[in-house]
């Protein structure tokens, strides 16, 4: 086989040799850093970004995904335990005050965090006529608070789902 035809089967199977192999904590902060940088460049062009900066396509569910409800079957809801509206308005005052795109970056690595719910105990989180809070945080709530507030409020109580990367899990259920 030529080297050329290899490498093209290389590339096509993730197995190029040449290619570097990331762990998860390091895909973690790359995929943190380009969500930060599409945020500043979005924020600086527009005034403004897009909550789905913080959705799969750049950062990743198997790096964000933290729990499972003990509720939650094969019907589960992705849920961010911090709202994406709340984070990216965090992110724009960030950018406001002058912090670089490594100190947002860390900001969102801190916060993107994923459980998946029940249906139901997502009804309860996000309808105005019971907790009402799709895109808030509990009232009192700030930044270095409990993550898992909305969670707790909601009375969901969750699984570790075995993630392996401690500086990402943060505290429990």
Not at 80 to 106: N, Q, T, Y
Not at 137 to 153: K, V
């Amino acid at each position: 086989m030529s080297k050329d035809l290899e490498q093209v089967e290389g590339l096509m199977n993730n197995t190029n040799p040449s290619r570097r192999v990331y762990t998860d904590d390091e895909r973690l902060k790359r995929a943190c850093l380009r969500s930060a940088m599409h945020i500043r460049g979005l924020w600086e062009e527009k005034g403004s970004s897009d909550t789905r900066l913080l959705e799969g396509l750049f950062i990743p569910d198997d790096l964000t995904i933290v729990g499972k409800s003990v509720n939650c079957d094969a019907t589960a809801c992705r849920e961010h335990v911090v709202p994406r509206l709340v984070i990216i308005k965090e992110c724009h005052v960030m950018l406001e005050r002058g912090l670089s795109d490594e100190e947002i970056a860390d900001f969102i690595l801190k916060h993107t965090k994923i459980v998946l719910i029940s249906p139901f105990e997502r009804e309860r989180l996000d309808s105005k006529d019971q907790l009402g809070m799709r895109q808030t945080m509990p009232d009192g709530w700030g930044f270095g608070d409990d993550i898992y507030a909305r969670l707790r409020l909601a009375d969901i109580q969750w699984d570790d789902v075995g993630i392996n990367r401690q500086s990402h899990l943060g505290e429990g259920a």
